[in-house]
């Protein structure tokens, strides 16, 4: 009997950047690694899309990872194989985290491109960057979270309407910024944080946020954004979703109206809860500041002090 061992690594995303909303995200230095091991004793079925797991998980939130086929990896692996007309190996999967869930990380984005890449791999399949997005998106909507798990890097990304492909366009973030991400004891659902949204904006609205989402592309784009100096928290300054959703866990407002020599932005981490900063320097000394503004509103909260992940998802 032989053994295979297939390993795919995903990092953690930061989607929004406050006026980009929806259209561009960091992955940051937080990892999802999930392992399958794949014991070759024949094939399922035909017609099958097979998939007979034992999941293990270590990580947050261990008490509520379903470790059946209700797994987001597992569905995402089954996603590919039905999609690709395959059948996936009898395998065990050992799961490790380190992306909290429910925050705005894009722990959930990690775990769709995990399982996608995982699952083809396990096919003898290799998709490339278009192919595991086109798969990724039908099953989370949004692009940004999904575009930078993938590339890694800062990404702006959109669908195309008449193929539904996602376009992308990527760039390395400087590991002289530090990623201060402070995260309150509060959970924030996704769809709880869009419930919120109205369904109608002013111009006046958007077009702050067009005016800001452009110039942050460009910082990043065009930079060097090594020092931070093409960038100021006025430009990640939102008025398309934070204010609706800051009511939602107290002492976002205090958070982002907080400001300092070493800040080159700051931002509600995707949905939420957590709350992103960008640091030119003294990250530790904002994180403190940061905990200390949600304790303000009666809000415990912890920092972690993060750098920009450039790799994007790996397989071995």
Known sequence: MTQRVISVTVPATTANLGCAFDCAAIAVSLRLRVSATVEDVGAPPVGSTGGDFDVSYRGPSAESIPLDST??????????????????????????????????????????????????????????????????LEIESH??????????????????????DVLVLKTDVSQEL????????????????????????????????LQRTALLAAAFFSGPTSSGKNLSPEMFRDRIHQPYRAPLIPGIDYCL???????????????????????????????????????????????????????GVQIG
């Open 178 to 209: 530090d990623f201060v991400c402070v995260v309150p004891d509060v959970p924030l659902p996704t769809e709880e944080a869009r419930a919120v949204l109205p369904a109608q904006y002013s111009r006046q609205d958007v077009v702050a946020n």
């Open 71 to 136: 797994n987001l990896i597992v569905k995402s692996m089954r996603h590919y194989a039905s999609r690709a007309g395959k059948t996936l190996p009898a395998a065990r999967l050992d799961i490790q985290n380190e992306i909290p869930l429910g925050v705005g990380l894009g722990s959930s984005a990690a775990a769709i491109v995990a399982g996608i890449v995982l699952g083809a791999e396990l096919c003898g399949a290799h998709l490339d960057a278009d192919g595991i997005l086109r798969l990724a």
């Open 257 to 311: 109206d907080y400001r300092h020599e070493g800040l080159a932005g700051i931002f509600l981490s995707g949905a939420g809860s957590a709350v992103m900063a960008i640091a030119k320097h003294s990250p530790q000394h904002i994180a403190d500041a940061l905990v200390a503004q949600f304790r303000r509103a009666g809000t415990t909260a912890r920092a972690l002090l993060l750098k920009a992940d450039n790799r």
């Open 143 to 164: 692009p940004d979270n999904l575009a930078a798990a993938v590339h890694g890097g800062m990404v702006v990304s959109a669908v195309a309407e008449s193929t539904k």
